[in-house]
């Protein structure tokens, strides 16, 4: 989603706003903007498309100031143009949000009855306009802050300016994230601590419903009731060097590539390699006395999170709900006494997973979250953190969170099982040893990846392709779609492979390519029976199975292209069949000349519903 920087100093700050913006730039983002306090004054620059966008109109008119807020807008209300750019305002206040204002539209017309235009199409202007209300009615900043904050509904992070400010930022929190920071005679305002890591490793969380002034020395906090309050300062071990694309044309290519050493990271986290055990921190989730396990996250997480359902099952006999986050908040699910629940998350701020552990966690159930960024929302509300350690995932389609997100849950799923007595010691070392060969079968499949460059060129034309998988490939069959969606905007679904005949098979023809994930485990053979009940009818299969299992499906009408993928333990096979069909939406991706690293409409952190 949006992100937002904030700076108050003594010397000049527009060049650190965009350095600062541009560490966000992985969220996703269709335009910019920064404003800063000149002599007590509010001057702004706005600019669609990218930073350098902004950045050439900031060499041709250079903004001073020594107070500033900065933004990067991912279009919700309005298209993305330069007047629905943030910040919003005008000679008086200059407004940065990230989130949504639910009840923008009645707040908005009870200003237009008072004769307040807009320029906007946006719900955010609707911030700037009730604070210049306020400030006409004779509030002070302070209090126009206030008593603006007290009128919106929804999910907001804010970042605010006041004319005759000039050593003072507002700010606030709720639903958002927002982290303030503290540096030598100088403070500052993030999106998250990634974004501040080049001026400061001193990170203070803005709680639900926090608002905070910040001048260049000190630092005031204030609950929802306006009660002043304290929050802990952490050392944030976020790096300030900007993450790299090093030898890669893009992120996504290089976050493919470090898949086996962070998988490795993650995994000597959970195993004792010499023991052959899973070793999990102190959580509070005793999985011996759990009566049902929910699971839940969004897009890429949640079928991390459903593969992980077949592992729970399997491993630990635990009976596993599992919804998507969204669905699951509103449902209101009758949670019972003795269940648990894992929330799933790479950035540990997604809105809607965020929303249902907070139910979860209300309705008396001890929640885990499972997050790449420890120190998040999610991170810092459950009752047991599960870190994935897969370092910055810069492109917007993930890949290594992903990966490591299933090397964490199937360390869980082995420790619940050996909780319940359903995995001898024996067994226990056994998987572990699976799961440790997995970064070097990695390896194996990374260094073939350029076969699917060619692979990549047979899917570029086509208009609809279709997954298919079993078991713990059926979810592995929606992610392959997903990521097709996501970066090469071919239309693409993803189908156990059993439900073929009971409709997706009328959408068989020459012109659909078929990509079928086939390890070599007990639906090995229904599944290739499956491909061709397809190429009997026109289809034209892609096949990812061993060599074995290549030689065993071969019929006299030819594929449209295969990949010999490396022997593994069956039950783990979604960790290494994700490389290949990770490399082929990327190489598609890359031959239609897509927005690979930022695709079009998409944000890697989504902290609105």
């Given at each position: ?16 706003l965009v350095?600062?913006l ?12 920064i ?26 008119e ?6 500033g807020?900065?933004?990067t ?10 007047k ?12 940065v ?5 639910e ?5 908005r ?9 807009f320029e ?8 700037a306009?009730?604070?210049e ?20 509904e929804?999910?907001?992070a ?20 927002l ?10 305002i993030?999106?998250?601590?990634l974004?501040?890591a ?29 009660t002043p309050?304290?929050r ?29 050493e ?15 055990t ?6 509070g ?12 996250a969004?897009g ?23 919804d998507?986050?969204?669905e ?17 998350s ?25 997050v790449?960024?420890?120190?998040s ?30 090397a ?7 420790a ?16 572990c040893?699976?799961?440790l060969?997995l970064p ?14 060619r ?14 998988g079993?078991?713990v490939?059926?979810p ?18 993803g189908?156990?492979a ?10 068989v ?10 390890p070599?485990d007990a639906?090995?053979e ?5 491909m ?8 034209k299969?892609l096949?990812?199975?061993t060599?074995?299992?290549?030689e065993?499906?071969?019929?006299d ?8 993928m490396?022997?593994v ?11 290949p069909i990770?490399l082929?939406?990327?190489?598609t ?18 902290t609105?519903?």
């Amino acid at each position: 989603m949006c992100g937002i920087v904030g700076i108050v100093s003594d010397h000049g700050v527009a060049s650190r706003l965009v350095e600062g913006l541009r560490r966000l730039e992985y969220r996703g983002y269709d335009s910019a903007g920064i404003a800063t306090l000149i002599d007590g004054e509010i001057h702004r620059k706005r600019a669609v498309g990218k930073l350098s966008a902004l950045e050439t109109k900031l060499e041709a008119e250079p903004l001073a100031g020594t107070t500033g807020i900065g933004h990067t807008r991912w279009a919700t209300h309005g298209k993305p143009t330069e007047k629905n750019a943030h910040p919003h305002g005008g000679a008086k206040v200059a407004v940065v949000h990230n989130g949504i204002i639910e009840n923008f539209s009645p707040l908005r017309n009870d200003l237009k009855d008072k004769g307040v235009t807009f320029e906007s199409e946006t719900d955010s202007e609707v911030i700037a306009r009730l604070l210049e209300d306020e400030l006409a009615q004779g509030s002070d900043p302070m209090r126009a802050f206030r008593e603006v904050l007290a009128k919106l509904e929804g999910a907001f992070a804010l970042g605010v300016l006041f004319a005759g400010e000039p050593d003072a930022i507002f700010c606030a929190r709720k639903g958002s994230p927002l982290a303030l920071g503290k540096g030598e005679g100088e403070m500052f305002i993030g999106s998250d601590a990634l974004a501040l890591a080049p001026f400061t490793n001193r990170i203070t969380y803005l709680e639900e419903g926090d608002w905070a002034v910040l001048s260049r020395e000190t630092v005031a906090i204030f609950d929802g009731a306006g009660t002043p309050v304290e929050r802990e300062e952490t050392i944030s071990d976020a790096s300030a060097a900007l993450v790299g694309k090093g030898r890669h044309r893009h992120f996504m290519a290089k976050e493919i590539e470090e898949q086996p050493e962070v998988v490795a990271h993650t995994l000597t986290t959970y195993l004792n390699p010499s023991e052959g055990t899973v070793n999990l921190p102190e959580t509070g989730i005793d999985f011996s006395n759990i009566s049902r396990l929910t699971i839940s996250a969004c897009g890429t997480a949640y079928l991390a999170g459903l593969i992980s359902k077949y592992w729970f099952e399997t491993l630990a006999r635990l009976p596993v709900e599992i919804d998507i986050a969204s669905e699951l908040r509103y449902r209101d699910v009758p949670y019972q006494k003795g269940e648990a629940a894992l929330f799933v998350s790479q950035s540990g701020e997604t809105a809607d997973t965020l929303a249902a552990m907070r139910h979860a966690a209300e309705a008396g159930v001890t929640v885990g979250a499972v997050v790449n960024v420890t120190q998040s929302t999610m991170a810092r509300e459950a009752d047991a953190v599960f870190p994935i350690k897969a370092g910055p995932e810069i492109g917007v389609a993930s890949t290594k969170a992903f990966t490591c997100q299933l090397a964490t849950l199937a360390c869980l799923a082995i420790a619940a099982g050996r909780a319940r007595g359903y995995v001898t010691p024996e067994r226990e070392a056994e998987l572990c040893e699976s799961l440790l060969k997995l970064p070097r079968l990695m390896n194996d499949v990374l260094a073939h990846a350029e076969e699917f460059d060619r692979l990549g060129t047979l899917l570029q034309p086509a208009r609809d392709v279709l997954y298919l998988g079993r078991g713990v490939s059926f979810p592995m069959a929606l992610e392959g779609a997903l990521k097709l969606k996501e970066i090469s905007y071919i239309h693409a679904e993803g189908y156990a492979a059993g439900e073929l005949k009971h409709g997706p098979i009328a959408l068989v023809d020459e012109h659909v390519p078929v990509i079928v994930i086939a390890p070599r485990d007990a639906h090995f053979e229904k599944t290739v029976s499956n491909m061709h009940e397809v190429m009997a009818r026109g289809g034209k299969c892609l096949l990812l199975a061993t060599e074995k299992g290549l030689e065993a499906a071969k019929t006299d009408e030819p594929l449209l292209g295969s990949f010999a993928m490396p022997d593994v333990d069956p039950l783990f096979s979604p960790l290494i069949y994700a490389l290949p069909i990770q490399l082929l939406a990327y190489h598609t991706a890359v031959h239609k000349g897509t927005d690979v690293d930022q695709p079009r409409n998409l944000a890697k952190s989504v902290t609105v519903e």
